[in-house]
T-cell receptor
Framework: KQEVTQIPAALSVPEGENLVLNCSFTDSAIYNLQWFRQDPGKGLTSLLL?????REQTSGRLNASLDKSSGRSTLYIAASQPGDSATYLC?????????????FGKGTKLSVKP | EAQVTQNPRYLITVTGKKLTVTCSQN?????MSWYRQDPGLGLRQIYY???????DKGDVPEGYKVSRKEKRNFPLILESPSPNQTSLYFCASSSPGTLLGYTFGSGTRLTVV
C-alpha cells in the first residue's frame, strides 16, 4: 500500500532563505506527483504537478523535482517570503487500481519570519 | 473560471440528522473524489467516482454515501451523522489524462454535536 511521508513536519526560517521540503513515497509505480499549498482552514491550491516521466517542474520561485526510482520528491522555494507561510502537501497518484486516488503526506508546516 | 464548488462552507448539525454536502465542477472532469481532513491524520479519501454512475470506496467510506447521476455533480450524503464525522471535507476533480492534476474545492467544515 502506498505511503507518503513528508519531512520535516514543521519548519521555521527567516525571510529570504532558500529552503527544501521533502516528500518520500514507498511505491514507485506512480502516475504523477502533485504539490499543494494549504492556508489555515482553507482549501488546497495546486502548486506544481510532475508526471512520472518528468524530472522537475518550475513555477516562479518554486521548483519541484522527482526521482521515481528512489521514491523521492523535493520542493525548493527560493528567497522565501512571509507570504509563503502555509502547510505544503505532497500527493501521489498511483497507476492501476484506483487511479482516481490521490494519496497525501501529512504536510510540512512552513513559517517564514520577517 | 474553472472551479470546484462545495456547499455549504460551514455546517453544524445534530447527531442522526441526515445531511448532504454538494459538489459541482465546471471543467467536464470525469474523476471526482471526496476527502476528509483531520488533525494528525491528514487527508483521507472517502469515495471517488471515475465517471457517471461509477463510484467506489476510498479509505474511510463508513457512514457516507455518494451518487454520480450527472458528470458535474458528486454529492456526499451522511445518512445518520455522528460526532466522529466532525471534520473538514474537500471535494476534488480531475480528468483521466492527469496532465493538469486535481482541482480542489474550498472545503466544508462540518460539526456534528
Amino acid at each position: 500500500k502506498q505511503e507518503v511521508t513528508q519531512i520535516p513536519a514543521a519548519l521555521s526560517v527567516p525571510e529570504g532563505e532558500n529552503l527544501v521540503l521533502n516528500c518520500s513515497f514507498t511505491d514507485s509505480a506512480i502516475y504523477n506527483l502533485q504539490w499543494f499549498r494549504q492556508d489555515p482552514g482553507k482549501g488546497l491550491t495546486s502548486l506544481l504537478l510532475i508526471q512520472s516521466s518528468q524530472r522537475e517542474q518550475t513555477s516562479g520561485r518554486l521548483n519541484a523535482s522527482l526521482d521515481k526510482s528512489s521514491g523521492r520528491s523535493t520542493l525548493y522555494i527560493a528567497a522565501s517570503q512571509p507570504g509563503d507561510s502555509a502547510t505544503y502537501l505532497c500527493a501521489v497518484r498511483n497507476y492501476g487500481g484506483s487511479q482516481g486516488n490521490l494519496i497525501f503526506g501529512k504536510g510540512t508546516k512552513l513559517s517564514v519570519k520577517p | 473560471e474553472a472551479q470546484v464548488t462545495q456547499n455549504p462552507r460551514y455546517l453544524i448539525t445534530v447527531t442522526g440528522k441526515k445531511l448532504t454536502v454538494t459538489c459541482s465542477q465546471n471543467m467536464n472532469h470525469e474523476y471526482m473524489s471526496w476527502y476528509r481532513q483531520d488533525p494528525g491524520l491528514g487527508l483521507r479519501q472517502i469515495y471517488y467516482s471515475m465517471n457517471v454512475e461509477v463510484t467506489d470506496k476510498g479509505d474511510v467510506p463508513e457512514g457516507y454515501k455518494v451518487s454520480r447521476k450527472e458528470k458535474r455533480n458528486f454529492p456526499l450524503i451522511l445518512e445518520s451523522p455522528s460526532p466522529n464525522q466532525t471534520s473538514l471535507y474537500f471535494c476534488a476533480s480531475s480528468s483521466p489524462g492527469t496532465l493538469l492534476g486535481y482541482t480542489f474545492g474550498s472545503g466544508t467544515r462540518l460539526t456534528v454535536v
